[in-house]
C-alpha cells in the first residue's frame, strides 16, 4: 500500500451555523481542520496508508485534534507535541453575493512556533511514497518554513514525490518575509505543483500570455497553459504543473473543472461541474489534491483519469459540511461515469 505524509497545521474551526454573520451569533460550531490534514484525511479515506505530521501543544484541545485524525483512520505518529495552543480560524460562510470571510488566530500555537531540527524527517519519512506539504506553512513563520524545507530536502534525498499546493494567503504572512524571499527554494524541491494564476502572480511574479482567465464565471483551461509552462520552467524538477478552474458566479454557485500541463500535452478535465447549491467551500482544493495524489498513485499511466478523479472527488466536497472530504471512491467513480443525479441510495 503506498504511504503518504502530509505535513502541516490542524487548526480548530469555529462557524456560526448556516450562513449568519459573526455579529448575529452567541455560539460557535466546532471542526477541526488544515489544509495538508485535509488531504491526510481524503486519502486515509480512499483506503490509504496517510500520515500526517505537525506540532500540536500537549493539551485537551490539542488531544482533540489528534483524535479528530485517527477517527478518519490517519497516521499521527509523525505528530510532536510542543507550542502554547491550537491554531484557530473563525468562518462566515457566504452566499449568494455575500462571499464567505476568515479571521485568522495563529499566533504563538504550535506550528508557529516550530523550528528546524524538531522532527526527525528520516523516521517520519521512513518507507514513504509521497510528501505533500502547501504554502501555508511556510507563511506562519520562519521557523516553520525552516522545517518545511528541512522535510523537502530529506524527502528528496530519500527518493520520495514531493508536491505542493501554493495556496497564497496574503493574511499569513506577516514575519517580515515575502513569499518571494521564501517559497522559490522550497518549490524546486517538488516534483508536483498545484497552483492557480494568483498563486503563481503572489509568490513568483508569474502572468498568464495576454489572455483573460475568466469570462463571466467560466474558465479557459488554455489560458493557464502559459502559466503552468512558466512554473515547469521555472523549477526544472516538477514534472505536473496542475490548476482547478474555479468560475465563481456567486458564493452558493461556482462551476468546477481542471488541467494538467506535464510538459509535452495539456489535459483538460472531461467534466465542468455545475456547484450551484454549495454546502461548504472550504477544503476545497485540498480535496483536490487528495483526489489528485490518490489519482496518481492509482492510475500511474493514466494522467487523464487521475485528473478526472480529482475534479469529481472536489466537486463531491462541496456537498460536505466541514473541512475534509469525505466521499469514497465508490461515490468519486459514479460521478466520473455521469450520475450526479443525488438519488437516493437504497
Not at 244 to 259: D, E, K, P, Q, Y
Request: proline share 2%.
Amino acid at each position: 500500500m503506498k504511504r503518504i505524509v502530509t505535513f502541516g497545521e490542524i487548526m480548530l474551526r469555529l462557524a456560526p451555523k448556516g450562513a449568519k454573520r459573526f455579529s448575529q451569533v452567541t455560539e460557535f460550531e466546532v471542526i477541526y481542520g488544515g489544509g495538508e490534514s485535509n488531504v491526510a484525511v481524503s486519502l486515509a479515506n480512499y483506503g490509504l496508508n496517510a500520515s500526517f505530521a505537525s506540532r500540536i501543544p500537549n493539551n485537551d484541545i490539542g488531544e482533540c485534534a489528534i483524535m479528530e485524525l485517527r477517527k478518519r483512520g490517519v497516521d499521527t505518529s509523525g505528530i510532536i507535541r510542543g507550542g502554547d495552543r491550537l491554531g484557530i480560524y473563525f468562518l462566515e460562510t457566504g452566499a449568494m453575493q455575500r462571499g464567505s470571510k476568515v479571521v485568522y488566530d495563529r499566533a504563538h500555537s504550535g506550528m508557529d512556533t516550530i523550528k528546524a531540527g524538531m522532527i526527525d524527517w528520516e523516521e517520519v519519512l521512513k518507507g514513504a511514497d509521497w510528501f505533500h506539504w502547501t504554502g501555508i506553512t511556510p507563511a506562519l513563520s520562519q521557523g516553520a518554513a525552516d522545517a518545511c524545507l528541512e522535510a523537502i530536502k530529506t524527502a528528496n534525498r530519500l527518493g520520495v514525490t514531493v508536491s505542493t499546493d501554493l495556496n497564497y494567503r496574503k493574511n499569513l504572512w506577516k514575519y517580515g518575509k515575502t513569499p518571494g524571499e521564501v517559497m522559490p527554494a522550497l518549490v524546486e524541491g517538488c516534483d508536483v505543483i498545484l497552483g492557480n494564476e494568483e498563486d503563481a502572480e503572489k509568490h513568483f511574479g508569474l502572468h498568464p500570455d495576454g489572455v483573460d482567465v475568466t469570462h463571466g464565471g467560466s474558465v479557459s483551461g488554455e489560458a493557464y497553459k502559459s502559466v503552468l509552462r512558466k512554473l515547469m520552467e521555472m523549477f526544472p524538477r516538477c514534472k505536473m504543473a496542475i490548476t482547478t478552474l474555479r468560475g465563481s458566479i456567486s458564493a452558493s454557485h461556482n462551476s468546477w473543472a481542471g488541467v494538467l500541463w506535464d510538459g509535452k500535452e495539456l489535459y483538460e478535465s472531461s467534466s465542468t461541474y455545475q456547484l450551484t447549491h454549495i454546502v461548504d467551500r472550504v477544503g476545497g482544493g485540498d480535496s483536490f489534491m487528495g483526489g489528485l495524489i490518490y489519482g496518481l498513485l492509482t492510475y500511474e499511466n493514466d494522467r487523464q483519469k487521475a485528473l478526472d478523479f480529482a475534479v469529481a472527488a472536489s466537486a463531491l466536497k462541496h456537498s460536505i459540511y466541514g473541512d475534509a472530504n469525505l466521499a469514497t471512491v465508490e461515490e468519486v467513480l459514479k460521478l466520473m461515469e455521469g450520475d450526479g443525479s443525488g438519488r437516493v441510495s437504497r
